[in-house]
């Protein structure tokens, strides 16, 4: 299968990332020769939440420079297929080497297929999953989150949260200068911790029959949804419907304890 990039055009206005890993959904020709992005190439996951409300409403989205119409771009349902465009061949091989290692556990966790890898060229590869992960902003967070993570270098013989913990990656600042920076992703998993297994333990709990695609209990305008609906940010605060379902599951649990 041929990759084609598509030219979005639009000026993103994104968080600092210390791994410039770039994502998308995918989106695959009727005759199936060839597979393109659905939309712009991002390196914040929250924009995945957004194209999820536009195909709920099926009206345009936009937020932060991001645009997605749903009645002029088409993404399937039926599966999730996520484009990830590695910045160089290191992280290539770390994502090909991780994701084979860790999917498993996670699949079995959750009760949920992770998927299957396809090699696009030599820097693009295609994620097919289920379309579960496609059913709610919390989902797609977390599912673009563990893809993101297997771009890391990663000490095998732990598990991925024992990586993520403590993680550090070497970065270059606005001067050039390297440093050792604590990832982004290390502050989503420490400030998720405390709820995280339990959320993918319950996935699909949490997720059958979510009045809105956001997770929320209402519905949400695209600042809400972009910037509070991910599965971080449910999993500490208990926001809407999918975080007060998950607040019902962990309390108990710490009150045991």
Same mark, same amino acid.
């Not at 119409?69 to 770390?94: A, F």
């Not at 993918?200 to 910037?227: A, C, F, M």
């Given at each position: 299968?041929?990759?084609?990039?598509?030219?979005?055009?639009?000026?993103? +206005?994104?968080?600092?990332?210390?791994?410039?890993?770039?994502?998308?959904?995918?989106?695959? +020709?009727?005759?199936?020769?060839?597979?393109?992005?659905? @939309?712009?190439?991002?390196?914040?996951?929250?924009?995945?939440?957004?194209?999820?409300?536009?195909?709920?409403?099926?009206?345009?989205?936009? !937020?932060?420079? &991001?645009? &997605?119409?749903?009645?002029?771009?088409?993404?399937?349902?039926?599966?999730?297929?996520?484009?990830?465009?590695?910045?160089?061949?290191?992280?290539?091989?770390? &994502?090909?080497?991780? %994701?084979?290692?860790?999917?498993?556990?996670?699949?079995?966790?959750?009760?949920?297929?992770?998927?299957?890898?396809?090699?696009?060229?030599?820097?693009?590869? @295609?994620?097919?999953?289920?379309? %579960?992960?496609?059913?709610?902003?919390?989902? !797609?967070?977390?599912?673009?989150?563990?893809?993101?993570?297997?771009?890391?270098?990663?000490?095998?013989?732990?598990?991925?949260?024992?990586?993520?913990?403590?993680?550090?990656?070497?970065?270059?600042?606005?001067?050039?200068?390297?440093?050792?920076?604590?990832?982004?992703?290390?502050?989503?998993?420490?400030? $998720?911790?405390?709820?995280?297994?339990? @959320?993918?333990?319950? !996935?699909?709990?949490?997720?059958?029959?979510?009045?809105?695609?956001?997770?929320?209990?209402?519905?949400?305008?695209?600042?809400?949804?972009?910037? $509070?609906?991910?599965?971080?940010?449910?999993?500490?605060?208990?926001?809407?419907?999918?975080?007060?379902?998950?607040?019902?599951?962990?309390?108990?649990?710490?009150?045991?304890?």
């Amino acid at each position: 299968m041929k990759f084609v990039k598509t030219n979005w055009n639009q000026n993103l +206005s994104e968080i600092g990332q210390q791994l410039n890993v770039k994502f998308a959904f995918g989106v695959i +020709s009727e005759d199936k020769t060839t597979v393109t992005n659905g @939309m712009s190439f991002v390196k914040c996951r929250d924009f995945f939440g957004d194209v999820l409300l536009a195909l709920e409403e099926n009206v345009t989205k936009g !937020i932060y420079g &991001f645009s &997605f119409n749903p009645k002029k771009h088409k993404i399937d349902t039926e599966h999730t297929r996520i484009l990830v465009q590695c910045p160089d061949i290191t992280t290539y091989n770390n &994502f090909l080497t991780n %994701f084979k290692h860790h999917r498993t556990t996670f699949a079995e966790l959750s009760g949920v297929s992770y998927g299957r890898i396809r090699k696009l060229n030599d820097l693009t590869i @295609m994620v097919t999953a289920n379309k %579960f992960w496609m059913k709610s902003v919390p989902n !797609i967070s977390w599912f673009t989150y563990f893809l993101k993570c297997c771009c890391y270098p990663l000490d095998n013989t732990k598990t991925l949260f024992e990586n993520l913990e403590t993680q550090k990656y070497l970065t270059a600042d606005w001067t050039g200068a390297l440093l050792n920076q604590t990832t982004n992703e290390c502050n989503y998993y420490n400030k $998720s911790k405390h709820a995280l297994v339990v @959320m993918l333990e319950n !996935i699909k709990r949490l997720n059958k029959n979510l009045p809105y695609v956001s997770g929320w209990d209402t519905q949400k305008e695209i600042n809400t949804v972009h910037n $509070s609906s991910g599965f971080s940010a449910m999993c500490a605060n208990y926001w809407g419907e999918f975080g007060s379902r998950l607040g019902k599951l962990v309390n108990p649990l710490k009150e045991a304890a």
